[in-house]
């Protein structure tokens, strides 16, 4: 599994997830209960994964979609 998004915002998670699942692409939230538990402070960002194998497609995706500037590795930033 390899980060595509890290944030804390949880709409940008919630609508980054939803878009990969209309592709096809399966995608995990790791510490979204940390991050609830710890309340708005933003200590413990929300990490949007995917597999390894599909890392290279869902990062185009999202930047064909206009979320390019999210992306963990993303070289325009």
């Known amino acids: 599994m390899r980060e595509l998004i890290v944030t804390n915002d949880p709409v940008l998670i919630s609508f980054t997830e939803a878009l990969l699942r209309d592709q096809g692409i399966e995608a995990v939230v790791f510490d979204r209960n940390i991050s609830l538990m710890e309340g708005s402070i ?3 960002p929300r990490r949007l994964v995917v597999p390894d194998e599909v890392w290279a497609k869902a990062a185009e ?4 979609a206009g979320l390019g500037d999210w992306v963990v590795g993303n070289e325009s930033k």
Request: no cysteine.
């Open 42 to 44: 933003g200590a413990f």
């Open 61 to 64: 995706f999202l930047k064909a």
